[in-house]
């Protein structure tokens, strides 16, 4: 068995039931925040990033993911199993966190590694 699908631990993937497609989503937004290009808001009152995505984005870039109603079963499926956390703010923009922490168990060891990695703050 291959240690990694993409960038995550392909063991995590089989305990918690995530297909490859899953994956590629969760590798999708690891790329797109780690570049920086991302915009995201900061809440004060929580002290914590909410990244802006906007699933028409995703369905141009990964056009392999099917349909727009396809990705957003994806998100619920992904914010069930505590990967991301989404929220809408104005009534129609999306922004998300990632559970990067969960998604990267075995390969770092401390949150400070991941954060560091990745350059985002905690979940």
Known sequence: ?????????????V???LKVEDLLLLS?????FEAGRAD?????ETRERWWFICYS??????????SISKIRRMFRK????????????????????VNWKKCFRGKY???SE???????ERF
Do not use: C, W
């Open 1 to 13: 068995m291959r240690n990694f699908i993409f960038e995550f631990p392909q063991f995590i993937a």
């Open 15 to 17: 305990d918690y039931g």
């Open 28 to 32: 999708y937004f690891y790329k797109f």
């Open 40 to 44: 995201y808001k900061f809440d004060p």
């Open 57 to 66: 984005k995703i369905k141009k870039d990964l056009p392999i993911l099917g």
């Open 78 to 97: 992904l914010e069930a199993m505590y990967y991301i956390k989404t929220r809408l703010y104005n009534g129609r923009n999306i922004h998300i966190k």
């Open 109 to 111: 060891e401390t949150d």
């Open 114 to 120: 991941v954060i560091s990695q990745l350059n985002v």
